[in-house]
C-alpha cells in the first residue's frame, strides 16, 4: 500500500512558479508518468516527493502522511536519476547493497537480497565490476536495482530512459513495465517524450508551465484530450477552426467555415455560440474514391497536397475546400509501394460521426 | 615565417635558465673539492659530512616535525573550507581561505610575527612556526579540494541521501572517498611548502628554533659549501618525489583544473 497525494503544491524560485497549485492522487501499485515540455516543473516535483526541494505550499501525503517534515534519506521513497548516479568507487554489488548498509541490515541478508536483486535485472556475473565498466543499458540496471532493493513503497524515475539509444529504450521500457508488475511498488516516472509516457503508464498527467492540465489514462489522454495543449503534446492531430451553431431542430451543430457541418458528438456544456477547433487524429481520417467514403458522415473532396513516407505509414496532407491542411494516415500495407494517391490528385477525404473532437478556445 | 625552430630555441634557454643551475647544485655535491669551482672527482663525501652536522640534523628533525604537524593540521582544515566553499557560495569565505596563497610572503610572515608576538604574546619557537606554516597551506588544500568537488556529479550527493545515507553517512561513504585523492595531494602540497619555506619562517622562527631553510642560509652567509649542495640536493629530491606522488594520486586536479 503506497497511496500518493499531492494537495495543492506550489513551488516558486524568486518570483517564477515553477510548480503551481498540482493536485494529484497516485494510487497504490500504479505507474503514473508525468509528461510534459522541458521546464514544466516535472523534476521540482519529484525532487520535492524525495525531499530535496520543498513546496512553500502545499501537502505530500503517502498514506495519509506529510512527508514534508521528514529528510531525504528517512522517507520510503527512492530515485532512479537520470545520469543514474551510480557510485564510481563502489563495485555493482557494493552500489546495489549500498540502501541495505545504510539501513543496517545483516550481512547474512543483504548478500541474500544482492543475489536476488542481480538476478532479477539480470547481472549476475557483473557484481565484482566498476560502473564504468558496464554499458548504458547494465549501468541503467544497476540504478534500477539498487533503488528497489530496500523495497521502497514509492519508485521515482526521473527520464530514466532518455540516455539510452533508441532500440535499447524499447527494450528497457518493456522489462520497466515487468518489473513493475512483479514488485508491485507504485512508480512516478518523469518524461517528456510521450511516445514513451504512452507505452509504460497507467495514468499521465500532462503538465504545462507548472500546472497540470489533464490527468487520464493513455487512450483517453489520446482519444480525448481536454484542450488544445493536451492535443497537441500527445501524438499528431489536425485541428481546424470551428463554431457551434444551432441547427434547423434548435439542437446543437458544429460548422466549419467554407467547410460546412461536421457531425461529431459535443462534449456536454459547450453551448451555441461557442469557438475553438475541431481536432482530428491522421489515422481517423480515411482518403480514397467515393464509392468506399460514401457511407461515412463527413465527407469532402480535396487535393493531395504532400506525402511524407514513413515506412509502416505513409501520411499525407490533404488541403480542403476552404483551404485548409488536414493530415491522413494510410498504412503501407501494399510491399513496396509508397504513393497510393499521386499529389496534386483529386480525391475524397472522410471520417465517422464520432471521431475528433471540439475543443473549446 | 617559419617560428618552429625559434620557439624550440626560446622554450630550450628558458629550461635551460631554470634547471641549469639546480642541475650545477646536485653535481657539484658529488665534487671532491671545498671549492664550487672546478670538477676534481666523485665522492659521497659532503654527504658523509651532512650526517654527521649535528646541527644540520637538529634542523632537519623540526623541518621535518613542523612540516608533518603543519601538512595534516592544514590538510584538515584546508579539506573543511573546499567543502564549506563547494557549498556555500560565500565571496567572503572564498576570499578569507585564498588570499594567503596570493598574499606576498613578506607581508605574511611580518603580519604573523607582530599578531604573534603582540596579540598572542606567543614565545616565538616551534608553535609560531607550525601556525604560520597552517596558515599559508590551507588554501593550497582548499582549492585543490574544491576543484575535485567541482568535478563530481552532485546526483552522487543527492543519490546516497535518497538511498537512506544520512548527511553524516553521505561524507563517510561517498563525499570523503571521491575527494580523498584531492586530499592527500594537498596534504603532500602542504608538506612540501612548509619543508622548504624561508621567508614566513624567518620572521616567525625566534632564536631558539633552526630549520633547514634557515641554516642553509645561515651557513652561505659564509660560503656555499658542498655541504650546503648536498643538502640542497636532498631537499630537491623530497620535494620532486612528493609533487611526482601528488599528480600520480590525483592527476587532474594538479593538471590545471584548478
Ligand atoms: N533551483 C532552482 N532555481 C531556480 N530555478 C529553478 C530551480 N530548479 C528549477 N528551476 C526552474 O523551474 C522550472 C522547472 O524546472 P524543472 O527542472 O522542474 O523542469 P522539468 O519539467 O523537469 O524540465 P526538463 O524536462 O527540462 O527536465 C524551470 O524553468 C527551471 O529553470
Ligand atoms: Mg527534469
Given amino acids: 500500500m503506497a497511496r500518493l497525494e499531492l494537495r495543492n503544491i506550489t513551488r516558486r524560485f524568486g518570483d517564477f512558479v515553477a510548480v ?13 508518468t508525468l509528461l510534459g515540455p522541458s521546464g514544466c516543473g516535472k523534476t521540482t516535483i519529484l525532487r520535492m516527493i524525495a525531499g530535496f526541494e520543498f513546496p512553500d505550499a502545499g501537502q505530500i501525503l503517502l498514506d495519509g502522511i506529510d512527508l514534508v517534515g521528514t529528510p531525504a534519506e528517512k522517507r520510503p521513497v527512492h530515485t532512479v536519476f537520470q545520469s543514474y548516479a551510480l557510485f564510481p568507487h563502489l563495485t555493482v554489488g557494493e552500489n546495489i547493497s549500498f540502501p541495505l548498509r545504510m539501513a543496517r541490515h545483516a550481512a547474512a541478508d543483504i548478500r541474500q537480497r544482492l543475489k536476488e536483486a542481480l538476478e532479477q535485472v539480470r547481472l549476475g556475473g557483473k557484481a565484482g565490476k566498476y560502473p564504468h565498466e558496464l554499458s548504458g543499458g547494465e549501468q541503467q540496471r544497476v540504478a534500477l536495482a539498487r533503488a528497489l532493493i530496500n523495497r521502497p513503497r514509492l519508485l521515482l524515475l526521473d527520464e530514466s530512459l532518455a540516455a539510452l539509444d533508441a532500440k535499447l529504450r524499447e527494450e528497457m521500457q518493456v522489462e520497466l513495465i515487468n518489473l513493475q508488475r512483479e514488485v508491485g511498488i507504485t512508480f512516478v516516472f ?65 460548422v466549419v467555415d467554407g467547410l460546412g457541418e461536421i457531425v461529431t458528438p459535443l462534449p456536454q456544456g459547450v453551448v451555441i455560440g461557442d469557438k475553438g477547433v475541431f481536432a482530428i487524429r491522421p489515422e481517423q481520417v480515411r482518403i480514397g474514391v467515393q464509392a468506399e467514403l460514401a457511407e461515412l458522415k463527413n465527407h469532402f473532396t480535396g487535393e493531395v497536397h504532400s506525402l511524407l513516407y514513413q515506412g509502416d505509414v505513409s501520411v499525407y496532407r490533404v488541403r480542403l475546400p476552404n483551404g485548409t491542411m488536414i493530415e491522413a494516415l494510410l498504412p503501407n500495407s501494399a510491399p513496396g509501394r509508397a504513393e497510393l494517391f499521386k499529389v496534386g490528385a483529386e480525391i475524397k477525404v472522410g471520417w465517422r460521426h464520432d471521431a475528433g473532437v471540439f475543443l473549446h478556445e | 615565417m617559419r617560428r618552429g625552430p625559434w620557439l624550440w630555441a626560446a622554450a630550450l634557454a628558458a629550461y635551460a635558465f631554470l634547471y641549469l643551475p639546480l642541475t650545477i647544485v646536485v653535481i ?19 654527504y658523509h659530512e651532512l650526517f654527521h652536522d649535528e646541527d644540520m640534523l637538529i634542523a632537519a628533525g623540526n623541518s621535518l616535525l613542523i612540516a608533518l604537524i603543519a601538512s595534516l593540521s592544514a590538510t584538515l582544515l584546508g579539506t573543511m573550507a ?9 565571496k567572503l569565505l572564498n576570499f578569507m581561505v585564498l588570499a594567503p596563497v596570493a598574499m606576498p610572503e613578506i607581508l605574511l610572515g611580518v603580519s604573523l610575527l607582530l599578531f604573534f608576538i ?26 585543490i579540494v574544491r576543484a575535485q568537488l567541482t568535478s563530481i556529479d552532485e546526483s552522487l550527493f543527492e543519490a546516497a541521501r535518497d538511498l ?22 594537498g596534504g603532500l602540497m602542504a608538506f612540501t611548502l612548509s619543508i622548504d619555506d624561508f621567508v614566513v619562517t624567518f620572521f616567525t622562527a625566534g632564536v631558539g628554533v633552526q630549520t633547514l631553510p634557515l641554516r642553509i642560509y645561515s651557513m652561505i652567509k659564509i ?20 609533487i611526482v606522488l601528488a599528480s600520480r594520486i590525483a592527476p587532474d586536479v594538479l593538471k590545471g583544473k584548478v
Fill in chain 1, 20 to 32: 503551481d497549485d498540482v493536485s494529484l492522487t497516485i494510487e497504490s501499485g500504479e505507474f503514473f
Fill in chain 1, 190 to 254: 518523469v518524461t517528456h517524450a510521450q511516445v514513451e509516457a504512452l507505452a509504460l503508464s497507467h495514468r499521465i498527467a500532462v503538465m504545462n508551465q507548472g500546472k497540470v492540465e489533464q490527468v487520464d489514462e493513455p487512450a483517453r489522454l489520446y482519444g480525448f484530450p481536454r484542450n488544445r495543449f493536451v492535443a497537441d503534446f500527445i501524438g499528431q492531430i489536425t485541428m481546424i477552426p470551428a463554431q457551434v451553431e444551432e441547427s434547423a431542430h434548435g439542437h446543437r451543430r458544429l
Fill in chain 2, 28 to 46: 657539484y655535491s658529488f665534487n671532491d673539492s671545498r671549492l664550487n669551482a672546478e670538477w676534481v672527482g666523485f665522492t659521497w663525501h659532503w
Fill in chain 2, 82 to 90: 573546499g567543502l564549506a566553499m563547494h557549498r556555500y557560495d560565500l
Fill in chain 2, 118 to 143: 603582540q596579540v598572542l604574546n606567543l614565545t616565538l619557537g616551534m608553535l609560531s612556526i607550525v601556525l604560520a606554516h597552517i596558515t599559508f597551506s590551507i588554501g593550497f588544500v582548499a582549492v
Fill in chain 2, 164 to 185: 537512506g545515507a544520512t548527511p553524516w553517512e553521505t561524507f563517510r561513504y561517498v563525499t570523503f572517498p571521491l575527494i580523498l585523492p584531492a586530499v592527500i595531494a
Fill in chain 2, 223 to 242: 660560503a656555499v659549501t658542498p655541504e650546503v649542495n648536498a643538502v640542497s640536493t636532498l631537499m630537491m629530491l623530497l620535494t620532486l618525489g612528493m
